[in-house]
């Protein structure tokens, strides 16, 4: 039997419809969430990301505000635009899109934008805040994924989730969120040894190393979800995942897909924390 495939892309279709009818709401009411993206230098990745991020903030009705910069900008000039945003009243929302130019210390810029601002959750107080369960912004990949997981019906309680990957932005926090849904969680990395073991002993697998095709079915309880939250791009220009797709669906019994996965998920759950830090810095 072929696994279950849960659509990024239709998802995001159902909830983006109901982020429109928030928004009319807040409109009605005198307040137009503003989206700040700032991109810094021209990678292909980070542009076409940020077209689709304007596109959906554009179909739901958040106004958006792009500051494109060069890669040779300093450090201190980018702070300065970001200290200027969190005094922008029409700004909810600031993101800086990742990964930066070497010479600019990421840290240093995530930690200047205001956290109730900080829609992408990366700010250290959203990641403490998320880390004991008090409301923060959830990072939005993880955050995608847990909806993902909970719109297929799958009980989360008590169920061994596997997640490869340990990175600030997508392994860590997507294994604390599922922590907090009472699973028992493992991360597998680069130096785990036997991979295949351990992601074997997974209910749910998630898999965010950005290595493509590196799960097949050897590597995969039967029956088990298969979130993929990897986006590689080969050399004939076709996107792929970190699972092999076609191998794996005939042992997983939901499995995601790339594209139309967690990637339009990822950018759903930013236009929802860019609604909601509008919906909070109104009434302060
Ligand atoms: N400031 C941030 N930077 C980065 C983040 C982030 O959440 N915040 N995540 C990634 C990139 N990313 C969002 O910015 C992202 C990646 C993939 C997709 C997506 O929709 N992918 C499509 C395929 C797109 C394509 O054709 O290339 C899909 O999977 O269907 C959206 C957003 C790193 N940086």
């Known amino acids: ?3 279950q495939i849960i659509s990024g892309a239709e998802l995001a279709a159902t909830i983006r419809a109901g982020l429109a009818e928030e928004t009319a709401k807040l409109k009605e009411s005198g307040v137009e969430p503003g989206l700040a993206v ?3 230098g021209d990678d292909p990745a980070s542009h076409s990301y940020v077209k689709g991020k304007q596109k959906a903030c554009a179909e739901v009705g958040i106004r958006s505000f792009l500051y494109t910069f060069p890669a040779s900008i300093s450090e201190e000039e980018l702070l300065a635009k970001i200290r200027e945003l969190n005094g922008d009243p ?3 929302g600031i993101l800086v899109q990742l990964p930066l130019p070497e010479h600019i210390r990421e840290w240093s810029v995530i930690e200047t934008i205001a956290p109730e601002k900080d829609v992408d959750g990366f700010h250290p107080i959203n990641v403490g805040k998320m880390m004991i369960g008090q409301p923060a912004f959830l990072p939005c990949t993880p955050h995608g994924v847990l909806v993902m997981v909970k719109s297929a019906g799958i009980d989360i309680a008590g169920k061994h989730v596997v997640v490869v990957g340990r990175s600030n932005i997508v392994g860590k926090p997507v294994g604390q969120l599922f922590l907090r849904e009472h699973a028992t969680v493992t991360y597998a990395h680069s130096k785990t040894p036997d991979l295949p073991a351990v ?17 097949g079915p050897d590597h995969v309880k039967p029956g088990a979800v298969v979130i993929d939250v990897g986006v590689n791009r080969l050399e004939s220009g076709k996107l792929c995942g970190d699972v092999d797709f076609d191998a794996v669906k005939e042992v997983a019994g939901y499995i ?24 909070q810095l109104a009434v302060k």
């Not at 992601?199 to 799960?215: E, H, M, N, S, W």
């Not at 995601?256 to 919906?279: C, D, F, Q, S, Y």
Request: proline share 6%; charged share 15%.
């Open 256 to 279: 995601t897909p790339v594209p139309k996965g967690v990637g339009p998920m990822t950018i759903t759950m930013l236009l929802h924390n860019t609604i909601e830090a509008a919906r």
């Open 1 to 3: 039997m072929t696994a």
């Open 199 to 215: 992601t074997r002993q997974a209910d749910i697998l998630i898999v965010a190393v950005g290595k493509a095709r590196l799960i």
């Open 38 to 40: 700032i991109l810094v």
């Open 90 to 92: 029409a700004v909810h």
